[in-house]
């Protein structure tokens, strides 16, 4: 089966923009969902398709694609976006899902 | 309301058997994708298995031949039968609807059960 791999972590100050990025061979074949998972809380879709947000997800919330590359960008981080984020699509077989090992998103 | 819930979880001996179970409530597990997703402590989440609308099964390569996937229509319940467990099965266990194309994404979340697997 195919692999996503993220960054293990990554921070931002307060208000800037941070990207988290997602890589695999999925990826060219199937567009990425985004999950923010806090602790000891069930994980929360964030992204998904091209570039969609689900209702109640903030509008600072943002996703692109390209080649084998996902992304998830926050523009203007808050505080309350310090979380997991994992990235997920399904494999490229076609009838099995696989996660991103998760970033840690620090707010400084 | 729309939501999951998850019971079942415990504490389990290694090689034993526990089944788990998702009420829904809000929409029809049967006409929805619907999976299960584990996270062992401190780690990542891991995909577990799906069951689609049309009834047909998949599992990752970890469980299969050892977890069951299946769904009871008239409580509206899915369930996971693990059976051989082993203590890298010891994890939250979460089942969550999933969307059935064209894009694909886990839209809804239960809260989790925890099943440890330890003598």
């Known amino acids: 089966s195919s692999e996503l791999t993220q960054d293990p972590a990554v921070s931002v100050a307060l208000g800037q923009t941070v990207r988290i990025t997602c890589q695999g061979d999925s990826l060219r074949s199937y567009y990425a969902s985004w999950y923010q998972q806090k602790p000891g809380q069930a994980p929360v879709l964030v992204i998904y398709g091209k570039n969609n947000r689900p209702s109640g997800i903030p509008d600072r919330f943002s996703g692109s694609s390209s080649g084998n590359t996902a992304s998830l960008t926050i523009t203007g981080a808050q505080a309350e976006d310090e979380a997991d984020y994992y990235c997920?699509?399904?494999?490229?077989?076609?009838?099995?899902?696989?996660f991103g090992g998760g970033t840690k998103l620090t707010v400084l | 309301e729309v939501q999951l819930v998850e019971t079942g979880g415990g504490l389990i001996q290694p090689g034993g058997s526990l089944r788990l179970s998702c009420a829904a409530s809000?929409?029809?597990?049967?006409?929805?994708?619907m999976s299960w997703v584990r996270q062992a402590p401190g780690k990542g989440l891991e995909w577990v298995s799906v069951?689609?609308?049309?009834?047909?099964?998949y599992y990752a390569d970890s469980v299969k031949g050892r977890f069951t996937i299946s769904r009871d229509n008239s409580k509206n319940t899915l369930y996971l039968q693990m059976n051989s467990l082993r203590a890298e099965d010891t994890a939250v266990y979460y089942c969550a609807r999933t969307s059935s194309g064209p894009y694909w994404y886990f839209d809804l979340w239960g809260r989790g059960t925890l099943v440890t697997v330890s003598s």
């Open positions: 069951i689609y609308s049309g009834g047909s099964t």
């Open positions: 997920n699509s399904r494999d490229s077989s076609g009838n099995i899902w696989v």
């Open positions: 809000g929409f029809t597990v049967s006409s929805n994708y």
